[in-house]
Every structure is written in C-alpha cells, then in structure tokens.
C-alpha cells in the first residue's frame, strides 16, 4: 500500500458544481496535513492545510478524519480558474513530507 | 508567502555530461533544502534533504554519487546530475524551509538530456 494515495482523476465537472476529492494515508503517526495545487509545469503551491477541527478558506473547505486516515478538499462552486492537479500532502512528525500522486480537475464550461 | 528560485528553469543536454541546477531562498534562512524529482503525471519524490553545513540525507533508492548535493549557505542548496543519461529527464524541483515553518517550493527545473 502507498504511503499516501489519491485518485488521480481527472475529474471534469461543471463550472459552479461542487467537487471532493480525498487522499488516504497509511502511518498513523502522521502529524500535519496539507493541500497543494499545481498547475501544469510549475511548481505545487499551498492551498491549505488541513487542522484537526477542518478548515474552511472561502470556497475550499478542507477535513481531517484520523479514524480513517484520510483528508478531503471541497470546493464549491468550481470555477474554470481551479482547473489543476491538487496534490495532498503529508508530514510524520519529520520535516519531510510525502506527496500523493495528485488529482486532476477540469472545469468546464 | 517567502520566495525560492530556481536556475536555469531548464536545461537540455548530452548524455553523459553533468548538470547543476541552484536553488535560492530569496527573503529567507532556510535552515533546510529539499531536492524533489517528479516525472510526467506522477507525484513529487523526495530525492534528498540538505541541512546547511552537513552532508545531505539521501532517499532511498537514490543514489548520492549520482546527485551531489551542496548547502553551503543558508540561502543556497545545488543539485548537481553527474554523468546524466536520459532516464535522469525529469522535473527537478527544491523547497525551503526556515526552522517550524511551511515549505515553499521552486519554481522547478525542467532536465532533457538527449
């Protein structure tokens, strides 16, 4: 089993729809959780990372499920900008962080 | 957020020669450098983490003849790809990190070697 993994998708969805993506993790000593987005042949940016409580950044919502050992991403009302490949990320308590594969999302229009 | 840069942003080259990619953490000490390599529709990998004025710590599977890394300075880490071959074509990105911070990534260096 990988470390961590996502579905890679693509998922395409309608400009306005809601979309969620999840990324199960397998060490559940993990300690800190991240979303990164990464637009084709650039680098991953943060978009948020994910606390305990959830976390909501306008139309991202991001949740933490330890019992399960996944993360999720909510984005509501799509819009063509989100179009990318969000990638999650995890932290074990080291400095290093383990990436999933990613997931990518088309808006359409 | 903090700035990192990376040079050149690609490079094409002849197998068999070596290559040196920088990474600069532009506004920050970064106390710590990784050097990820991702290919095509595939994750970031951890290739090795760099401490400054230690020797690198090497993933796994990753050879550290292969890529020689350097963190002479709080603001510069280089990779260097010895005796590049094609299969070593990739998406080589770095991130920084000052002490309990996030990482910020590079804006990555793209590697064709013919």
């Known amino acids: 089993r990988k470390e961590v993994e996502q579905d890679p998708g693509p998922f395409n969805v309608p400009e306005g729809a809601t979309v969620a993506f999840n990324c199960t993790y397998s060490n559940s000593a993990s300690q800190s959780f991240f979303w990164y987005r990464q637009d084709c042949r650039k680098e991953p940016k943060l978009l948020m990372s994910?606390?305990?409580s959830g976390n909501e950044d306008g139309r991202f919502t991001a949740q933490l499920n330890r019992a399960s050992q996944y993360i999720s991403l909510l984005i509501r009302d799509s819009k063509l900008s989100d179009s990318a490949t969000y990638l999650c990320?995890?932290?074990?308590?080291?400095?290093?962080?383990?990436f999933g594969t990613g997931t990518r999302l088309k808006v359409l229009a | 957020g903090a700035v990192v840069s990376q040079h050149p942003s690609w490079v094409i080259c002849k197998s068999g020669t070596s290559v040196k990619i920088e990474c600069r953490s532009l506004d920050f000490q970064a106390t710590t450098m990784f050097w990820y390599r991702q290919f095509p529709k595939q994750s970031l990998m951890l290739m090795a983490t760099?401490?400054?004025?230690?020797?690198?710590?090497?993933e796994q599977g990753v050879e550290k003849d292969k890529f020689l890394i350097n963190h002479a300075s709080l603001t510069l880490s280089t990779l260097t790809v010895t005796s590049a071959h094609p299969e070593d074509s990739s998406f080589y990105i770095c991130?920084?990190?000052?002490?309990?911070?996030?990482?910020?990534f590079g804006p990555g260096t793209r590697l064709t070697v013919l």
């Open positions: 760099s401490n400054e004025g230690s020797k690198a710590t090497y």
């Open positions: 990320a995890v932290n074990e308590g080291t400095y290093k962080y383990i």
């Open positions: 994910v606390y305990s």
């Open positions: 991130s920084a990190r000052e002490v309990d911070h996030e990482q910020f």
